[in-house]
């Protein structure tokens, strides 16, 4: 058996509008100017008290709870007016390949909370796509390797037989630490020559391409 984890924004779906409003949002709940959308983006992938923290350096606790809670206000009213991020094209065939692969599984590991998580998989139909699902509650931030080392032990397989796809240094890095090979993609957050220094075993420009990476690796 061999597994592959993918993260979610900005690996499977283009959540940068969503995410950017959201934080500009908690950002003017408590007071402080909005940020660029490129320093906003510098922190996906993280938990979102970690990315608040690290986006505010020296910022009390206080402060970025209520930057934390005026993200998740704005992002739950994103949702329940019927908000979805859309998938990137070429994911539904990436993950039909990779199924259709024999003694291949699928995994998800992101910052997002399971409640997001469940959310987003079930409004794209793909909550049954994956057999281990590991999100911000209960886990450290990544790059903490908990996510990962927790969908190792759920599927019983080792971790030189399991890859991480993602579109930041901290899913590189994370992947790194589990002992994973990592992934990385060239539509996401971070610059591809990022994701490479921090361990990628290569960056793809597009689904196709990281479709044949990944059966390639498969077949290894």
């Not at 999100?135 to 399991?162: N, Q």
């Not at 890859?163 to 990592?182: K, N, P, Q, W």
Request: hydrophobic share 50%; net charge negative.
């Amino acid at each position: 058996m061999k597994l592959v984890v993918f993260d979610i924004d900005g690996t499977l779906v283009d959540s940068q509008h969503e995410i950017v409003q959201s934080m500009n949002s908690g950002l003017a709940d408590a007071g402080l100017p909005e940020m660029a959308p490129a320093e906003i983006l510098s922190i996906v992938g993280l938990s979102l008290p970690v990315a608040v923290a690290r986006l505010l350096p020296g910022a009390g606790a206080d402060l970025v709870e209520r930057v934390v809670g005026g993200y998740r206000t704005a992002f739950i009213a994103s949702r329940a007016a019927g908000a979805v991020p859309p998938l990137y094209p070429g994911v539904l065939e990436c993950l039909d390949a990779l199924a259709g692969r024999e003694g291949v599984v699928l995994g998800i590991a992101t910052g997002k909370p399971a409640r997001g998580l469940a959310a987003i998989l079930a409004a794209h139909g793909l909550t049954q796509r994956f057999v281990t699902r590991q999100s911000a509650d209960g886990h450290p931030s990544k790059p903490h390797p908990a996510m990962l080392e927790s969908a190792l032990a759920e599927t019983g397989i080792a971790a030189p037989r399991a890859a991480m796809v993602g579109d930041t240094v901290f899913d590189m890095e994370m992947a790194r630490t589990a002992g994973l090979a990592g992934f990385g993609v060239g539509w996401g957050y971070h610059p591809g020559a990022a994701l490479l220094a921090t361990g990628a075993r290569l960056v793809a420009p597009d689904y196709p391409a990281l479709t044949g990476a990944l059966l390639e690796w498969a077949d290894e």
